[in-house]
């Protein structure tokens, strides 16, 4: 299960894709101290202090200083030069808000750091909440609340479409949104009533003169005119690249089952795509992360460039076959005919983009194989109603507990059922979980034996196989356009495994075998007295070491959690 671990691992997205992302959080980290900080204002002036105090120690020291302003420069500046290898404006409406937030957001950002880091450094003044509120409130008061409206947005798109992909982020979604919507909305307060007790208290103290202000000021328009210059470069660089391809060679990209367009060499088959209003598939945007975008070469492929290593290594994650590519990656310059794999007007037909499950993430889980013992010759010579009246009971009774433990059920095999812990939770929490599942289960079983006494010849008994790790989740097939649409499943050696353990409880006539690795890993210790079994398993070169518990007594007397 473990392995040498990827330098870039697939998914991450190119290196330029990485240090913009980095260079993100750095900036979003300070947007959240500085709103922390102006919420401080609800309680008092010296409150704002304590904190601008903080703050300060860690931005105003030199290593922050250089941290601060060399991820702004950065973010920034890999953010234009991304606009301008643009080869179109067609973008999703996510896309193209954050770009335009990120336009709008300069304009008062560039005022903000001149009238408080600039008079600091050019004229040694003592910047403090005093004076900032003294020259905000009240003239400027819309103005900076606009930007403090615009900043947190950009970051929390970015963040959202960030995260979505990650495994834990469904569940902790709803606990992050509403403190985005908390954290801003106390910064506004913060900062704002903090201003207006100053203004009523006629405590106003402005640190700049007034010849000071001015110059200020005049520093802040030539900056404002230097950046948009440089955007309105940047457009210009854009709309020159789309004119030069009206005047080369077209070629034509040929949709199997679809249209065939024209278009001239140079942007990426997804950008011909939105070109052309050709659905096509792209959950992370185009960052090479997420793999949707990914389409079979049926012709051209020959005269292709190279995948770069950002997309060999996502296309080796998802066992991709030699003629498929990643059309955010992929630059056409001769006649081609192509298949996107994944459908968007198929995704938008059901939850859309908000269901990740769709398209597959991966996610660490632990995974539950419960199997009847015998069940076929207890089966035999019994009426068809008998035996599905006996199953039904069962199923019930299993399910039943494996939902109270909050586990999923996968699927259910006649008298075979797989169960998956840890989807909506952490990967201890599934295994703790898995674990009182099949405490509750001994129960269950007691009550579904006493309730078919007159049916069985002998109890009925349960073998079960336990492992962990990470596997593939996803919703695979019926989409839901006819009215059925496929549940959650988990793909994976993870699940292969659990099913392997699943015979080797019957092996061992055991109740359960778990993997160590799995009850290590969640921070569960088996007593050293207690006995393992090596087994083989398909596809691994080590043998995995397999802890059989004959009954649920002795595994609770066998296992103890270890303390965080």
Not at 475 to 489: E, H
Request: charged share 20%; proline share 3%.
């Amino acid at each position: 299960m473990t392995g040498k671990k990827d330098k870039h691992p697939p998914g991450a997205g190119t290196l330029e894709q990485r240090i913009r992302l980095s260079a993100g959080l750095v900036l979003f980290t300070f947007v959240l101290l500085h709103f922390l900080n102006h919420s401080l204002g609800n309680i008092s002036l010296a409150a704002l202090d304590w904190g601008q105090d903080l703050r300060y120690r860690i931005w105003h020291s030199t290593v922050g200083g250089w941290v601060l302003y060399g991820a702004l420069f950065t973010h920034a500046g890999l953010a234009l030069w991304k606009t301008a290898r643009r080869r179109t404006l067609r973008m999703p409406l996510w896309e193209a808000t954050q770009i335009v937030l990120g336009l709008l957001i300069p304009y008062v950002l560039i005022k903000h750091i001149f009238a408080t880091r600039g008079a600091e450094i050019a004229f040694g003044s003592y910047i403090d909440y005093r004076h900032e509120l003294s020259v905000l409130w009240p003239s400027g008061a819309l103005l900076q609340s606009t930007l403090l409206i615009l900043v947190w947005l950009h970051g929390c798109i970015g963040l959202h479409y960030w995260l979505r992909m990650k495994g834990w982020y469904a569940q902790a979604k709803p606990t992050l949104f509403i403190l985005a919507m908390i954290i801003p909305l106390l910064a506004l307060t913060g900062w704002i009533s903090a201003a207006r007790r100053l203004f009523l208290a006629n405590a106003t103290k402005i640190n700049v003169t007034a010849a000071q202000k001015a110059e200020l000021l005049q520093w802040t328009e030539w900056t404002q005119y230097g950046f948009y210059a440089l955007v309105a470069l940047v457009f210009g660089v854009f709309g020159a690249r789309k004119a030069f391809g009206y005047l080369r060679k077209r070629i034509t990209i040929r949709y199997l089952d679809s249209r065939t367009v024209k278009t001239p060499p140079g942007p990426t088959l997804l950008e011909i795509s939105r070109m052309k209003g050709i659905p096509h598939m792209s959950i992370c945007g185009g960052r090479a992360r997420c793999s949707t975008c990914r389409t079979v070469i049926l012709s051209g492929k020959a005269d292709l460039d190279r995948p770069s290593a950002t997309e060999t290594n996502v296309l080796k994650r998802i066992g991709a076959s030699a003629n498929v590519r990643l059309a955010c990656q992929l630059r056409p310059t001769t006649d081609m005919v192509v298949r996107p794999l994944f459908s968007a007007g198929r995704a938008l037909s059901r939850d859309g983009l908000h269901d990740r499950y769709r398209w597959g993430v991966e996610q660490k889980i632990a995974v539950m194989f419960i199997d009847l013992r015998g069940f076929t010759s207890l089966s035999e010579g019994k009426l068809p109603f008998d035996v599905v009246f006996i199953l039904n009971r069962y199923v019930d009774g299993v399910v039943g507990i494996i939902r109270k433990n909050g586990g999923m059920v996968d699927k259910i095999m006649g008298d075979g059922i797989m169960a998956l812990f840890g989807v909506e939770t952490s990967f201890e929490a599934g295994v703790r979980a898995a674990l009182a599942t099949l405490d509750d289960l001994s129960d269950e079983l007691a009550r579904v034996n006493e309730d078919l006494t007159s049916h069985l010849a002998a109890p009925l008994k349960v073998a079960v196989g336990m492992h962990g790790g990470t596997a593939i989740l996803g919703r695979i097939g019926l989409d839901g356009k006819n009215g059925v649409a496929s549940g959650l499943t988990a793909l994976g050696d993870v699940v292969n495994v659990a099913a392997r353990l699943e015979g080797v409880a019957k092996e061992e006539n055991a109740v359960a075998a778990i993997s160590r690795e799995v009850l290590t890993e969640s921070g569960h210790m088996v007593d050293p007295d207690f006995g393992t079994r090596a087994v083989a398993i398909r596809g691994r070169v080590a043998p995995l070491e397999v802890v059989c518990f004959q009954s649920i007594e002795i595994m609770n007397t066998a296992l103890t959690r270890s303390e965080p």
